[in-house]
């Protein structure tokens, strides 16, 4: 241990070059978060200047009026998509959910990468696809464009995303904890329902939030499905209307008043949505602090 | 008497074999330390006892392990039966995050359906003594079970394994995630309960063996070196492998 090694000289100021480097990433860096919150921000400012001024009682208490009179709303846009999203809350919910348990909990055979894979190309499939698919298998076999059609048609979009998202989240609970129910004498559906899934709780919940979020503001799938309605509609099986669809009949429209409420119903498809992402992502940082 | 005995015990990690041809007797009402150097496989080991070293996926196990007479392994006995009669407690201290300190305490009664509130209430508290965590938690039994310390988290899993009345306490290296006091709490508590139940402790710790352990297993490669009463591993061993182990020549 006698050997002596020469003392590394370490330099007690930092280089100008490596100053000016450091200036020049940090500055690229700053750019690009600017550049691409450019268009965000413009789309939003467009949204909520238009879409405020089209915002009244009459937008949620009204049915389309004839296009050359002001006023009138898309309250049957409204009712069609509470719908719509219902339908493929209840189908795709526990289709969903239950789909992350098993990848999760109980996948690592074959069957299990096959559901994988199967989910992450539903997850990539263009939407407008989704929609002929439901179209041909729904829609044609019921003989009539429908809000449940339009409900299944979102499913396909939602589920994957959920199945996805909530393997994600159970995977993140501690096998150590899984261990413990095991050791206990827990059955293993016990050790799911009692330890796994409370454990992931608000991250489930984001999960499911997320793909809400995602399905509330698709439209081709709900176009090649649901149709739309001029009038309310409360039967699942008729033709329905819906937010996105009304909004895209009517921002092409000639008519300024429609393209109104086409705002309007933009800026509740917005506010919709970023309340349910605010939520669940405050959900989930809730859920990591508790997992630490 | 013996309450265990493994008989030609092998285990598996995929092809990875990790126990060979294991053989040893367990004593009733007594604390049996198995000691070794790391990946000698004294966790997989005790895995075994309870079946919980199955639960990790590409794991095998073939021989016996007899437990009051009957193998554990026998295709007709459901591994959840065995692991409510042999209890476990965990390196790291896991009690449940969505649970308070006293449903963390009878998790394991719930299996049992449903007891009266006041009677869950007598067991946990029962439990909780024993673990001795009674008197730091009686005040606060509402708390969740993660706001403990480390050492009374690692006390709770105890009780938490005692309140389903076990006849054998399995411990893996209980202690080795704790602070010196804590840990000498949780050798305290292992000398007391050795009276009443069988416990099985695993350890990389040999002053931990010879203080709390009446049989001490010494392991190595897989394979049991030398077992015998704790004293005698310690001061007179046969084997030269278990004399250079316990002097601190290796491990």
């Known amino acids: 241990m006698s050997a002596t090694v020469p003392a590394i000289e370490v330099p007690r100021t930092i280089s100008s070059q490596r100053r000016t480097k450091d200036r020049i990433f940090s500055i690229a860096l700053w750019a690009s978060v600017v550049i691409a919150l450019i268009p965000l921000l413009l789309i939003v400012y467009r949204v909520v200047r238009l879409g405020l001024a089209a915002v009244s009682v009459s937008l949620f208490a009204h049915t389309a009026l004839p296009a050359n009179m002001a006023g009138g709303g898309m309250k049957q846009a409204f009712l069609g998509t509470a719908m719509i999203v219902g339908i493929a809350i209840v189908i795709s919910v526990p289709l969903g959910v239950l789909t992350g348990i098993y990848l999760s909990e109980y996948g690592s055979g074959r069957i299990a990468s096959v559901v994988r894979f199967t989910a992450e190309i539903l997850l990539s499939i263009p939407s407008i696809v989704a929609g002929a698919f439901i179209w041909a298998l729904v829609v044609v076999a019921l003989g009539s464009f429908s809000g449940l059609a339009a409900g299944v048609a979102l499913t396909v979009i939602m589920w994957p995303i959920m199945a996805r998202a909530t393997e994600e989240v159970l995977r993140l609970v501690p096998t150590e904890l899984r261990e413990g129910g095991l050791a206990l004498g827990y059955p293993r559906w016990r050790v799911i329902m009692r330890v796994v899934l409370p454990t992931a709780g608000a991250g489930v919940l984001t999960a499911i939030m997320l793909a809400v979020a995602r399905g509330l503001g698709e439209t081709a799938p709900v176009l090649l499905t649901a149709l739309g309605n001029d009038f309310v509609n409360t039967n699942p099986m008729k033709p329905t209307d819906a937010v996105p669809l009304r909004v895209y009949n009517y921002v092409q429209s000639a008519y300024p008043a429609w393209r109104a409420l086409a705002w309007g119903g933009a800026l509740m498809l917005l506010l919709g949505v970023l309340v349910l992402s605010v939520t669940a992502r405050m959900l989930s940082i809730r859920q990591q602090r508790r997992m630490r | ?251």
């Open chain 2, 1 to 251: 008497m013996r309450e265990i005995d493994v008989s030609s015990l092998s285990a598996w990690f995929g092809s990875k074999q990790v126990l060979h041809d294991i053989n040893l007797g367990i004593e009733r009402s007594a604390a049996t330390a198995i000691i070794g150097p790391s990946g000698c496989g004294k966790s997989t080991l005790i895995r075994c006892l309870n079946r919980m070293h199955e639960e990790v996926r590409g794991a095998r196990v073939e021989g016996k392990v007899l437990f009051d007479g009957e193998d554990i392994y026998d295709p007709r006995v459901d591994p959840v039966v065995i692991r409510r009669r042999i209890g476990m407690v965990f390196q790291k201290p896991n009690p449940f995050p969505t649970m308070s300190i006293l449903e963390n305490t009878v998790a394991g009664l719930k299996l049992l359906g449903r007891l009266p509130k006041a009677e869950l209430q007598a067991r946990g508290e029962k439990a909780l003594r024993a673990a001795g965590l009674w008197d730091e938690v009686k005040d606060r039994l509402g708390d969740p079970g993660g706001r403990l310390s480390g050492g009374q988290q690692q006390r709770l899993c105890i009780a938490r394994a005692l309140a389903v009345e076990p006849d054998v306490l399995l411990m893996d290296e209980p202690a080795s995630a704790l602070d010196p006091s804590s840990t000498l709490r949780i050798e305290e508590l292992v000398t007391e309960l050795k009276d009443r139940y069988t416990v099985v402790i695993v350890t990389h710790n040999m002053q931990q063996a010879a203080r709390v352990a009446d049989w001490t297993l010494f392991m190595l490669y897989g394979e049991v070196v030398e077992f015998g009463p704790t004293s005698r591993i310690f001061t007179t061993p046969e084997d030269k492998r278990t004399e250079d182990y316990v002097t601190g020549r290796f491990g």
